[in-house]
């Protein structure tokens, strides 16, 4: 079991070797594009659930 568990150790660390990390510029790329797309989709979701919410209003108050 312990001879099992150390072979698996030492595959992730040689696959870890292996992984193609981003350079910091394409991180922060990265990050600025997830934020921005982020802001974007909860701006929409905001305006959606408010047109929603007046619309439903409206429907209430005529009954």
């Given at each position: 079991m312990v001879a099992r568990f150390v072979q698996y150790l030492r595959e992730t660390v040689q696959e870890m070797k292996r992984v193609s990390w981003p350079s910091?510029?394409?991180l922060k790329?990265?990050?600025i594009v997830v934020m921005v797309t982020v802001l974007v989709i909860t701006i929409f979701l905001f305006a959606v659930d408010k047109i929603l919410d007046l619309g439903i209003k409206q429907i209430i108050s005529l009954a």
């Open positions: 910091m510029a394409e790329e990265s990050t």
